[in-house]
């Protein structure tokens, strides 16, 4: 996968908001290899309550709805949401929207795939999405995500010649490749061209990802008063994606974001509170945080 769609930005990208491209996103992405590391989380972490930012059409959301998780999926691209409803139906609670505008679900786990995390250029943006992911989960609960070293020059292998291919989606050929348009300091941009076969239309789908370094996240992080608990590889693609496993404080007494206001943060009902000390151990059993290459 090149990119997900925003879950945070004004206008999500053409392949994930365009009816026609969002309906044979599956079929480009069919395998999904990347999902087994967060499904072995949920049950590392014993998780029971999830909210998927930047859901899309819905694969992981529906994965951990069939194996009895409440699950959360938000996407700001209403097609993609279609798409997913048909997958699973309400058996996912979909919220069409931005991340900075969820309530405080509360929840013990929120997860964002697919390199969901380079979609959100700037500071302010990032910074204003992880304090609504924080301001989401439980005292204890914890937020993953994946974002791709920077070191690694990704973008090297965005080239047509490296990306086309031909294939067969519901018996109609499409043909698809990428182009690199432009890299400049962390700011990657690229299109996405797909050619449909039956009636010869052309449709295109810009994007652009920021490619933080590994230091800059641990930072944006800390400053949305999350702590961190690990820093893991990409089964799928070792060596070539930091998957960061942060945690909201435990122990908190006041919820920094409202500091000053006096009202104090959401606490857990008590059978809510059972395990939270195991889990932050399942954690802290893997020697702390791995440093990547």
Not at 137 to 148: A, D, K, M, Q
Not at 225 to 251: K, W
Request: proline content about 4%; glycine content about 8%; charged content about 30%.
């Amino acid at each position: 996968m090149l990119g997900r769609a925003s879950a945070g930005a004004k206008m999500a990208d053409s392949i994930f908001e365009h009816p026609r491209l969002a309906q044979i996103y599956d079929a480009l992405e069919p395998e999904r290899p990347d999902l087994e590391l967060y499904l072995g989380l949920v049950s590392e972490l014993g998780a029971r309550s999830v909210l998927d930012v930047g859901c899309g059409t819905g694969t992981f959301a529906c994965l951990l709805a069939h194996r009895g998780v409440r699950v959360t999926g938000l996407d700001p691209a209403q097609a993609s949401l279609d798409v997913a409803r048909r997958k699973c139906g309400e058996t996912v609670g979909w919220v069409h929207g931005e991340a900075n505008a969820l309530p405080r679900l509360q929840v013990d786990l929120v997860t964002m795939t697919g390199n969901v995390a380079q979609v959100f250029l700037n500071d302010e943006e990032w910074d204003s999405v992880l304090r609504a992911i924080r301001k989401s989960l439980r005292r204890g609960g914890y937020f993953t995500f994946e974002s791709r070293d920077p070191a690694k020059k990704a973008w090297l292998e965005w080239t047509r010649e490296r990306t086309y291919r031909r294939l067969s989606v519901a018996g109609e050929g499409l043909e698809t490749w990428t182009d690199l348009l432009k890299v400049r300091d962390q700011f990657v941009s690229f299109r996405k061209t797909f050619v449909f076969e039956c009636d010869g239309a052309v449709l295109t789908s810009d994007s652009t990802l920021r490619f933080r370094d590994r230091d800059q996240l641990v930072d944006s992080l800390k400053r949305a008063g999350m702590t961190l608990a690990d820093i893991r590889d990409a089964p799928d693609r070792p060596g070539l994606e930091f998957v960061f496993i942060a945690r909201r404080p435990e122990d908190e007494q006041l919820d920094p974001i409202l500091a000053g206001t006096g009202t104090p943060a959401m606490a857990l009902p008590e059978d809510q509170t059972t395990g939270q000390a195991e889990l932050a151990g399942r954690i802290a059993g893997r020697a702390g945080v791995q440093a990547r290459a």
